[in-house]
């Protein structure tokens, strides 16, 4: 087949080098649910590292996977913060309304000012996240950010235009990417927090467009309007419709070139450190393998000629784990 779309570049074009990034967004469907009433499971509070490890191995796979490469001892404060992560990514999904999920958005605000103090509440993501916090010192900072974008992510679910998303998305995904530089105490490093910074985008916008047919399903768009009124899409035909609406073709594809600018922009930024070998520091490598299932995504949405809604894009690809494996021993993602 030929496809009707230029493929995405593999040189990086005109991406704003300063641009706000990051997030880890609402996951599609094949990730399971989860109530915070889970927190009572019988490896909850007793072994808050060994409920984080299965609650983000249930809910967000690829990290899952992407932990076994950090080292022994960082292992369990990487799956604190991925578990973290996942609590309030999915908090819009498991409420009733908004209300309900601001509460939410406040007990970890509260949380996280109880950690500050050694007094962390007996939820087992907040025990193992602040046992991190305090051995690895990180700063607390990046945790209220992410908070806080979620928060406003439940009053203003839709993005209006594609620097919004990215802000969104620095924010969310890329702060949680500093925490893990910090993690590996790499965070002083100007050139991995640069690229990790357009790392978190790219991974925020191929998150969205993995999700986009859920979403739709849901009646919910997640491409910025700015970049579905270019094209002429008409949400209710997207809603309706799903690949055959007009434009959502036009507009998948423009969103994709977006996420792979900024991925081709993180690997650019390190690729060019004098400093280096053109790859990725090997200390620094298990941070930049959340890029793998990014790039991955996105070679195979290109081969299903930026269809979206092709049902083998919603499944799991069973190659992943190898392919995670060759970026961590070649340095590259």
């Keep these: 087949m030929i496809l009707r779309y230029p493929p995405l570049r593999t040189a990086v074009s005109a991406v704003h080098s300063h641009a706000r990034l990051a997030v880890f967004v609402r996951l599609p469907a094949s990730y399971p649910r989860h109530a915070s009433s889970s927190?009572?499971?019988?490896?909850?509070?007793?072994?808050?590292?060994?409920?984080?490890?299965?609650l983000v191995r249930k809910h967000d796979y690829e990290s899952?996977?992407?932990?076994?490469?950090?080292?022994?001892?960082?292992?369990?404060?990487?799956?604190?913060?991925?578990?973290?992560?996942v609590e309030l990514a999915t908090v819009q999904d498991n409420v009733s309304d908004v209300t309900i999920g601001?509460?939410?958005?406040?007990?970890?605000?509260?949380?996280?000012?109880g950690m500050q103090m050694n007094d962390a509440p007996r939820h087992p993501v907040a025990l193992a996240l602040a046992d991190t916090m305090?051995?690895?010192?990180?700063?607390?900072?990046?945790?209220?950010?992410?908070v806080d974008a979620r928060d406003e992510e439940l009053m203003t679910p839709m993005h209006?235009?594609?620097?919004?998303?990215?802000?969104?998305?620095?924010?969310?995904?890329?702060?949680?990417?500093?925490?893990?530089?910090?993690?590996?105490?790499?965070?002083?490093?100007?050139?991995l927090s640069h690229a990790a910074s357009h790392l978190g985008v790219a991974q925020t916008l191929t998150i969205l467009l993995r999700a986009l047919a859920f979403h739709a399903k849901h009646g919910r768009m997640v491409i910025p309007a700015e970049i579905t009124a270019k094209h002429g899409v008409r949400q209710e035909e997207v809603f309706r419709e799903g690949p055959t609406a007009k434009g959502i073709d036009e507009a998948v594809y423009e969103f994709a070139t977006l996420a792979n600018d900024h991925l081709?922009?993180?690997?650019?930024?390190i690729e060019q450190e004098p400093r280096g070998d053109g790859r990725v520091p090997s200390i620094a490598m298990p941070v930049f393998l959340a890029g793998v299932p990014v790039a991955n995504y996105l070679q195979r949405l290109e081969k299903a000629n930026f269809n979206a809604f092709e049902p083998k894009l919603?499944?799991?690809?069973?190659?992943?784990?190898?392919?995670?494996w060759r970026g961590y021993y070649k340095r590259m993602f």
């Design 39 to 54: 927190a009572h499971s019988p490896i909850g509070a007793s072994n808050p590292e060994a409920y984080c490890s299965d």
């Design 264 to 269: 081709l922009t993180a690997r650019t930024t």
């Design 160 to 191: 209006m235009t594609s620097e919004s998303l990215v802000s969104h998305a620095e924010s969310t995904s890329s702060s949680l990417l500093y925490l893990q530089l910090a993690l590996l105490n790499l965070s002083s490093d100007s050139t």
């Design 64 to 85: 899952y996977l992407v932990g076994q490469f950090f080292p022994q001892e960082r292992q369990g404060g990487y799956y604190a913060l991925k578990a973290f992560a």
């Design 314 to 324: 919603q499944l799991r690809d069973w190659k992943l784990p190898w392919h995670v």
């Design 134 to 146: 305090r051995e690895h010192r990180l700063p607390s900072y990046y945790l209220k950010r992410i």
């Design 102 to 113: 601001r509460m939410r958005m406040q007990f970890w605000r509260d949380a996280i000012k």
